[in-house]
């Protein structure tokens, strides 16, 4: 038995005849029905159920058949592997990030993985978080950098990041001096101060808005909105402008020290997110998948311990 006895039995299956699978693998009938027959004396048991037109596979046939789909998706990814070596490291990596998200992590990864690997071609998706499992799940794109729990059990990931939710607030606001000071983390405000406050959010559907919405209930109160974006930046310059507080985050916050913002942990915080690379599982993802996997959590390694 070896990998071509696994397709013929596989392309059986699919056609339910002997005739259309012979058709479909360039051999003639009598000789794959010859090839079927010996395969089936050499395990000792028949794989199909010539009884019946169209043929079916009998409950050995459908074992075989579900461990030779195994071994020859096995197989692909082997050869699969060999030839993106073999090709000076060429090829497409595809990566799902929400625009904000993108603007803050991508300029510290993509130089890295592009002076190390230039040959790999980056294809960014811009969307919601929300989206990102379906477009795993659909090979749409092969990597996502997404926060929260993973849902779908197709897929594996490995953590990032943890992310705390933070209030922004400029710095002649007038309640700053209520906050609690943390000795090694972010000073302490209660939401429940900032009840006749007018507030800018992130846009429904938006991972941070989905928390900030949680934040205003345990507070006990519904926010005054001033206006809502998907832009954290067009948030954060609008609390500049003094129009309204701002829930923001400590990876999408303070993203360089000329920020003039002054960020604050919540005394009703919720536990801290977590930030994801997530990809669709397989038994062996692909060389691309793992390099830029790679690199990110070094990257990141780097700049916590830095921070440390």
């Given at each position: 038995?070896?990998?071509?006895?696994?397709?013929?039995?596989?392309?059986?299956?699919?056609?339910?005849?002997?005739s259309k699978a012979a058709d479909k693998l360039f051999l003639a009938q009598p000789a794959l029905?010859?090839?079927?027959?010996?395969?089936?004396?050499?395990?000792?048991?028949?794989?199909?159920?010539?009884?019946?037109?169209?043929?079916?596979?009998?409950?050995?046939?459908?074992?075989?058949?579900?461990?030779?789909?195994?071994?020859?998706?096995?197989?692909?990814?082997?050869?699969?592997?060999?030839?993106?070596?073999?090709?000076?490291?060429?090829?497409?990596?595809?990566?799902?990030?929400?625009?904000?998200?993108?603007?803050?992590?991508?300029?510290?990864?993509?130089?890295?993985?592009?002076?190390?690997?230039?040959?790999?071609?980056?294809?960014?998706?811009?969307?919601?978080?929300?989206?990102?499992?379906?477009?795993?799940?659909?090979?749409?794109?092969?990597?996502?950098?997404?926060?929260?729990?993973?849902?779908?059990?197709?897929?594996?990931?490995?953590?990032?990041?943890?992310?705390?939710?933070?209030?922004?607030?400029?710095?002649?606001?007038?309640?700053?001096?209520?906050?609690?000071?943390?000795?090694?983390?972010?000073?302490?405000?209660?939401?429940?101060?900032?009840?006749?406050?007018?507030?800018?959010?992130?846009?429904?559907?938006?991972?941070?808005?989905?928390?900030?919405?949680?934040?205003?209930?345990?507070?006990?109160?519904?926010?005054?909105?001033y206006t809502e974006t998907a832009s954290f930046e067009t948030a954060h310059r609008l609390a500049?402008?003094?129009?309204?507080?701002?829930?923001?985050?400590?990876?999408?916050?303070?993203?360089?020290?000329?920020?003039?913002?002054?960020?604050?942990?919540?005394?009703?915080?919720?536990?801290?997110?977590?930030?994801?690379?997530?990809?669709?599982?397989?038994?062996?993802?692909?060389?691309?998948?793992?390099?830029?996997?790679?690199?990110?959590k070094e990257l990141f390694f780097l700049t916590e311990n830095k921070k440390n």
């Amino acid at each position: 038995m070896d990998l071509r006895h696994l397709r013929y039995v596989q392309k059986i299956a699919e056609e339910r005849s002997f005739s259309k699978a012979a058709d479909k693998l360039f051999l003639a009938q009598p000789a794959l029905s010859q090839y079927i027959l010996n395969l089936e004396r050499e395990l000792g048991t028949k794989l199909f159920d010539r009884s019946k037109n169209p043929i079916s596979l009998t409950y050995a046939g459908e074992i075989f058949l579900h461990k030779a789909q195994l071994i020859l998706e096995i197989e692909q990814d082997l050869s699969t592997e060999i030839k993106n070596l073999a090709q000076s490291d060429r090829g497409c990596l595809k990566i799902a990030i929400s625009p904000n998200r993108g603007s803050y992590l991508l300029p510290k990864i993509l130089p890295t993985f592009s002076r190390v690997y230039p040959n790999i071609e980056i294809k960014l998706f811009e969307g919601l978080t929300s989206e990102f499992e379906d477009w795993l799940l659909k090979n749409e794109v092969d990597l996502a950098i997404l926060p929260g729990e993973i849902k779908s059990p197709q897929i594996d990931y490995t953590i990032l990041q943890h992310d705390q939710v933070l209030l922004a607030l400029p710095p002649n606001h007038s309640l700053i001096n209520q906050a609690l000071p943390v000795p090694n983390n972010y000073p302490v405000l209660s939401l429940k101060l900032f009840q006749d406050e007018q507030f800018i959010l992130s846009k429904p559907g938006q991972g941070l808005r989905i928390m900030a919405d949680k934040l205003f209930i345990e507070a006990g109160f519904k926010p005054k909105i001033y206006t809502e974006t998907a832009s954290f930046e067009t948030a954060h310059r609008l609390a500049l402008a003094g129009l309204g507080a701002v829930i923001s985050s400590s990876t999408l916050g303070p993203m360089n020290m000329s920020d003039p913002l002054r960020y604050f942990s919540l005394a009703e915080q919720t536990p801290s997110r977590i930030i994801n690379i997530a990809y669709k599982k397989k038994k062996n993802i692909s060389w691309p998948i793992k390099e830029f996997i790679r690199i990110t959590k070094e990257l990141f390694f780097l700049t916590e311990n830095k921070k440390n």
